[in-house]
């Protein structure tokens, strides 16, 4: 079953441009499914008595345009497939014609809070999850090569701002991190994230960053040399 909802591109969701950044296209997209776990009874209260949540493990997202300031939007998200621990939902983007202007396949992870490992998901996740046929759209893999060489930046420390309820680095936090090391003209049409591991508050992330025809690839890793998450941008 899929969940709809429709919205207004605010001046606090743009950038110079006037037009929405690719943070605030993620939220819209973070937020869908939040309202849809909600609307389906599965939502974050009822997960935490159960002490289980669902954790993104992986984004994939292209832009055909970023909409304008106050253009009216359409939201939409579902889930098409559920395999042991994991989830898979799209999301789409239009505008006030029905246009598709962004898309996303979403990998999730359903994970048991207190031991910290992934939990089988349950029969009431599935019930609550009517599955949708999967969207047309190019699908790449889920994780995403390391080229080698790179070009290493100063550290960095994770402040309250970059946290979510779970007490950890939200994963859009993330995608903005990444930003900041490209070029001031970069528009993105293109972005895939890979989550390996939790940065929580007050861990120092190195951003180390590799470009290549156009295609930037930032690692953001920690001093012992594991790696938080990996985002690509063309």
Same mark, same amino acid.
């Given at each position: 079953?899929s969940y ?10 743009v950038g110079?441009?006037k037009?929405l ?5 993620i939220n819209?997209?973070? =937020?869908c499914?939040?309202f849809?776990s909600?609307?389906?009874?599965v939502?974050?209260?009822h997960?935490? /008595?159960?002490q ?5 493990s992986?984004? /994939?997202?292209a832009?055909?345009?970023y909409p304008r300031?106050?253009?009216? *939007? ?8 559920f395999?042991?621990?994991?989830g898979?939902?799209?999301?789409v ?11 996303a396949?979403t990998?999730?992870?359903?994970? =048991?809070l ?6 089988l ?7 609550a999850?009517p599955?949708e046929?999967k $969207? ?6 889920r994780? *995403?090569? $390391?080229?080698?060489g ?5 550290s960095f420390t994770?402040?309250?701002? +970059?946290? =979510?309820?779970n007490h950890?680095v939200?994963n859009g936090?993330?995608i ?8 001031a =003209?970069?528009c993105?049409?293109?972005?895939r994230?890979e989550?390996?591991?939790?940065a929580?508050?007050g861990d120092e992330?190195?951003?180390?960053i +590799?470009e290549e025809?156009g295609?930037y690839?930032?690692s953001?890793?920690?001093p $012992?040399?594991d790696?938080y998450?990996?985002i690509?941008?063309?």
């Amino acid at each position: 079953m899929s969940y709809s909802f429709e919205s207004r591109i605010r001046f606090s969701e743009v950038g110079e441009d006037k037009k929405l950044t690719l943070n605030g296209l993620i939220n819209y997209f973070q =937020d869908c499914s939040t309202f849809h776990s909600e609307a389906a009874g599965v939502g974050m209260d009822h997960l935490m /008595q159960k002490q289980r949540t669902w954790v993104l493990s992986a984004w /994939q997202i292209a832009v055909e345009r970023y909409p304008r300031l106050c253009e009216k *939007i359409r939201i939409s998200t579902w889930p098409y497939e559920f395999k042991r621990f994991f989830g898979n939902r799209n999301f789409v983007m239009e505008d006030e014609k029905g246009s598709r202007i962004a898309y996303a396949n979403t990998l999730w992870t359903f994970l =048991d809070l207190e031991t910290g490992m992934p939990a089988l998901v349950d029969e009431e996740q599935i019930r609550a999850y009517p599955l949708e046929e999967k $969207l047309a759209m190019e699908y790449a893999p889920r994780k *995403i090569r $390391l080229p080698k060489g790179y070009r290493e930046f100063e550290s960095f420390t994770v402040k309250p701002h +970059h946290l =979510d309820s779970n007490h950890h680095v939200n994963n859009g936090q993330y995608i903005q991190m990444a930003q900041e090391y490209l070029p001031a =003209d970069f528009c993105v049409s293109q972005m895939r994230a890979e989550y390996k591991k939790q940065a929580v508050l007050g861990d120092e992330i190195i951003p180390r960053i +590799h470009e290549e025809k156009g295609v930037y690839t930032v690692s953001l890793d920690s001093p $012992l040399a594991d790696t938080y998450a990996v985002i690509e941008l063309k």
